[in-house]
């Protein structure tokens, strides 16, 4: 990051204070990495975590220093991410629209629960154990296999899995039916099953 923040110290009602000047060589990285690991582009990666910057710069006085330096800033930098996906998406979620009905994937899941209808349940993967999830190889080959899903995917599989956010804000932030929902969910697991049994396994 080359990016030079001078700003001195802000102070919250809380009494915790920003260090704008240090945000770069305390926060840049990790902002980075949080990222790159949802949008899988380096170049954009850097543009929205100096973007974050900027923003946090601007909205510094209304920092009320509930929670640290970084959460805050984090917390940015995940609303900027979110209006990539929507933007990188509203064209994909009208064609998937589109698809849907013509292709019957309604049929993978159970329209009340929306748990898998037995017939396309996934079978036993063989990573099951708790550790294979740490394992830092499996983690590299999964992150590959994620840079290869259409941006649609990736952005709901993030937000859904990594980000943890519920199928309704998911839906509302991509304008995404809860059917479209079910069947990207669906399609990406399939398409990541098959990228790792092909490179891990």
């Known amino acids: 990051m080359t990016m030079q923040i001078t700003h001195n110290e802000i102070a919250s009602p809380h009494n915790i204070t920003l260090e704008p000047q240090s945000w770069v060589s305390k926060h840049a990285d990790y902002l980075y990495a949080y990222a790159l690991t949802r949008i899988n582009d380096r170049e ?15 909205k510094a006085d209304k920092f009320e220093g509930r929670s640290s330096e970084r959460t805050w800033l984090t917390a940015i930098l995940k609303f900027k991410v979110i209006d990539l996906y929507r933007k990188n998406a509203s064209g994909l979620a009208k ?12 049929d993978f899941f159970d329209i009340d629960d929306g748990h898998w209808n037995d017939q396309h349940r996934p079978k036993e993967f063989g990573i099951e154990q708790p550790d294979a999830l740490e394992n830092k ?6 992150g590959l296999c994620m840079q290869k899903l259409p941006s649609l995917w990736l952005s709901i599989f993030t937000m859904k899995h990594m980000d943890e956010e519920s199928t309704e804000t998911i839906c509302e932030a991509l304008k995404v039916s809860a059917s479209n929902f079910w069947v990207i969910i669906h399609r990406t697991k399939v398409n990541l099953r098959s990228c790792l049994q092909k490179n891990w396994i």
């Not at 190889?137 to 999964?142: G, W, Y």
């Open 137 to 142: 190889e499996f983690q590299r080959i999964l």
């Open 95 to 106: 064609r998937m629209k589109h698809n849907t009905v013509e292709q019957g994937d309604q």
């Open 44 to 58: 954009q990666a850097r543009d929205l975590v100096q973007e974050t910057f900027l923003a946090a710069l601007e």
